[in-house]
C-alpha cells in the first residue's frame, strides 16, 4: 500500500514528466525579420526568421504584423503580448484549404508570398510556384540574386530566375521555404505549381478541391 508520501512524490513526477514535454512560448517584440521571445520563462531572445532556439521553438515566418512559429510540431500564430503553450503528444488537424472552380474548371485563389497580397491559379503542370517580376518586386524578392535559367512559354523562351520564397499562404495553409522560377516579364497570374502542391494532399469533389498540408 502507498504511502501519502510515496503518492506525492509520483505526482510530482508525473507533474514534472508533463511539464517536460510542454512549452511556454511569448512575443514581446517584432523588427527587422526578427521576433523576440520569452520560452518556458527565459530571458527575452531574439532569433531571425528560420532560426530555433535551444529549447527547439522555430520562428518559420513574420507576416502581417504577426509571428509564426513550429512548437513541438505545432504552428502557433503570436502577435505582440500574446502567448502559447504546446504540448508535444497533443495531436493537431493539419490546416486545410478548400477551393471552388471557376465556369471553365480553372482553381483561382488568394494569398500571399512572404506576407504580400497575391492572386493564384492552381496549375498542375507548372513545376516550380511561377510569377512575373512585377510581383516579386512587390514580395521584396531579390531575385537576381537567384539561380539564373531559360523557360519556354507561349511567347517564346524567356529568362528566369529559381529563388526559394519564406513563405506561401493560402487560406489557412502556410509552407515555408518553398522553390519559384521569377519571369523577366510579367505574368497576369502567380501559378501555383507542384514546388507547393507537392506537399499537399489534393482530393477533389466535383467543382471543389481541398488542400491539405501534408508537411
Not at 1 to 10: E, K, N, P, S, T
Not at 173 to 188: C, R
Amino acid at each position: 500500500m502507498l504511502r501519502y508520501a510515496d503518492c506525492i512524490a509520483l505526482v510530482a513526477t508525473g507533474w514534472a514528466a508533463l511539464s517536460a514535454h510542454a512549452t511556454d512560448v511569448s512575443l514581446v517584440g517584432l523588427y527587422s525579420g526578427k521576433a523576440l521571445v520569452v520560452v518556458d520563462g527565459s530571458r527575452p531572445l531574439s532569433i531571425p526568421v528560420g532560426a530555433t532556439t535551444p529549447q527547439g521553438v522555430k520562428l518559420l515566418a513574420i507576416e502581417d504584423g504577426a509571428a509564426h512559429f513550429q512548437v513541438d510540431g505545432r504552428r502557433h500564430r503570436l502577435t505582440v503580448g500574446q502567448h502559447a503553450v504546446s504540448a508535444g503528444n497533443d495531436v493537431r488537424e493539419a490546416p486545410s484549404v478548400a477551393l471552388t472552380a471557376d465556369p471553365k474548371g480553372h482553381f483561382f485563389t488568394v494569398g500571399t508570398i512572404n506576407g504580400a497580397p497575391m492572386r493564384f491559379l492552381v496549375d498542375t503542370g507548372a513545376t516550380l510556384v511561377a510569377m512575373g517580376k512585377t510581383d516579386a518586386d512587390h514580395a521584396n524578392i531579390d531575385y537576381r540574386k537567384g539561380e539564373p535559367g531559360m523557360s519556354m512559354t507561349a511567347n517564346g523562351p524567356t529568362r528566369v530566375w529559381k529563388v526559394t520564397l519564406n513563405s506561401v499562404r493560402v487560406g489557412d495553409v502556410m509552407l515555408n521555404q518553398v522553390d519559384a522560377a521569377v519571369h523577366e516579364q510579367d505574368l497576369p497570374i502567380v501559378l501555383l505549381g507542384m514546388s507547393f502542391l507537392n506537399r499537399m494532399e489534393m482530393k477533389r469533389d466535383g467543382q471543389t478541391m481541398t488542400l491539405k498540408k501534408r508537411f
